[in-house]
């Protein structure tokens, strides 16, 4: 993976060929898609003589005569039968040299291991630059230049910056420019032209990398989120502003035809105003004349009110003084009257309080004459009540109130036979009473008649009507039970 994504370095080297022919010369030179840069090829010399020796075209070639350099002054194109001792010593590339010297594990200033790719590009420009670099360098020797300079330089610039800055080296010449500087000035003297020095690319630690391609994602997220937001605000505001362009032309339609209904009220509410101030000045007028009659029909019903009330007070006064007259004797005949039948009432009083007197005395005397015959009338009200109170169902009476009660039925000179008085000798536990007390069951005759009642025509009449008011006050109680 290493090999795939980053260069590997380059490495000049220096070739041996048979003859100089254009094709062995261009074949020669070829990199072949190797790391090694053949930049000087170095022909196979003759024995006596060359009976045929192409010199080729498009390289710097360098001429050597008994060993010596010397520039014999032959052009491009093949020559014949020429000397052993006139040979063609080296042939060196006149193109553009790209040499890659990459740096592995360099140092930033934040302590983090880069990988760079650096790439120099130099040239020998003529045939006395190639005379100079071939007889005072080489090519093995410039190889062991150009990588020490490179590999010195890079990590001297990369020691100076931190991560973030070291990535922005990657495509920019001015970065390298002090590196190219100084190479260019150790080389010119060997005849060897610097043209660029470029990093083409850096590469970060795996995970730091993984790092900050997610947080460059993330910024051009958050970009993309921020032009869509821009872009959906720049929307939102052109149709607000084609709304507010529609809202403003509609409201300026409705202010037009409001200033229109507006004039045409105006229009109307001015001549509703004169035809107004015009029936206003009618009735107005109508009103003053209306008013000038009323005080002159006003001033003459009013002296002949004077005139009137002047004849009716006399009138008033000489009939009232009349009615007074009258209605004084009348008075006086009417008190003599009243005089007269008070004196007469008065005696009728007297009489009548002598005859009540009269007849108190006579009561006083027939009182004990009515006593049996009320005794008479109790009894047969206490057995109207019993009969009630039997007909209606069972009734149980306990305590004082049966006790008072058989007292008062142990007085009477007879008692009804259908009639159960039963002293409490046993307990009566379901009804809850206790021992030593009286019962009074009263309960209906079952089929049996009354009992005989003739010996209580014997009571007297005060006596019935003081037992009528005690068996009364007994018997309200027991409808409760």
Not at 26 to 50: E, K, M, Y
Not at 209 to 218: A, D, H, P, V
Not at 366 to 382: P, S
Not at 469 to 477: H, M, Y
């Amino acid at each position: 993976m290493q090999s795939e994504t980053y260069m590997e370095k380059s490495r000049l080297v220096q070739r041996s060929i048979m003859n100089t022919s254009n094709g062995t010369v261009q074949s020669g030179l070829d990199r072949g898609g190797g790391t090694d840069i053949p930049i000087v090829l170095v022909p196979w010399g003759a024995c006596c003589f060359h009976c045929c020796m192409e010199v080729p075209t498009g390289s710097h070639v360098l001429w050597e005569k008994f060993d010596q350099a010397k520039d014999m002054g032959y052009g491009p194109g093949i020559k014949f039968c020429l000397p052993a001792w006139e040979r063609i010593s080296h042939v060196v590339s006149a193109q553009t040299i790209s040499y890659s010297a990459p740096a592995r594990g360099v140092p930033t200033a934040d302590n983090i291991l880069v990988d760079l790719n650096v790439v120099i590009q130099f040239t020998i420009p003529d045939k006395a630059s190639a005379q100079l670099f071939v007889y005072k360098l080489g090519a093995k020797r410039l190889d062991a230049l150009l990588a020490a300079a490179c590999e010195e330089g890079v990590r001297a610039l990369v020691y100076g910056s931190n991560h973030e800055n070291v990535m922005d080296l990657a495509s920019s010449s001015g970065s390298t420019a002090a590196i190219q500087a100084s190479l260019t000035e150790n080389l010119h003297k060997y005849g060897v032209t610097v043209r660029s020095m470029i990093i083409t690319k850096t590469k970060l630690p795996t995970d730091l990398q993984t790092r900050l391609e997610k947080t460059t994602t993330m910024i051009s997220e958050m970009e993309n989120a921020e032009k869509q937001n821009g872009n959906d605000q720049l929307v939102i505001k052109n149709e607000g502003e084609v709304k507010l362009v529609e809202v403003e032309k509609d409201r300026d339609r409705r202010i037009q035809a409001l200033e229109k209904d507006l004039v045409l009220l105006k229009t109307e509410a001015e001549e509703k105003v004169a035809a107004e101030e015009g029936r206003k000045n009618v009735l107005l007028e109508n009103a003053t004349a209306a008013q000038s009659r009323a005080a002159l029909k006003n001033t003459h019903e009013q002296e002949m009110a004077e005139v009137q009330g002047k004849q009716f007070k006399a009138e008033l006064v000489q009939s009232t003084t009349t009615r007074c007259a009258e209605m004084k004797v009348k008075a006086d005949q009417d008190a003599l009257t009243l005089i007269s039948l008070a004196e007469a009432e008065y005696t009728v009083a007297e009489s009548t309080a002598e005859s009540l007197k009269e007849e108190g005395r006579a009561e006083e005397v027939a009182a004990e004459k009515l006593q049996e015959k009320r005794k008479y009338e109790l009894m047969w009200d206490k057995l109207d009540i019993l009969k009630d109170i039997a007909k209606t169902g069972r009734k149980v009476v306990t305590g004082e109130r049966a006790e008072s009660m058989m007292n008062e039925l142990c007085n009477m000179k007879t008692a009804a036979a259908s009639d159960h008085v039963t002293p409490l000798g046993m307990p009566l536990t379901p009804l809850g009473v206790p021992l030593g007390t009286w019962v009074l069951v009263l309960s209906p005759p079952r089929g049996r008649c009354m009992p005989d009642v003739g010996a209580c025509t014997r009571a007297g009449e005060a006596g019935l009507r003081r037992a009528r008011g005690k068996i009364s006050a007994l018997a309200a109680p027991l409808h409760l039970l």
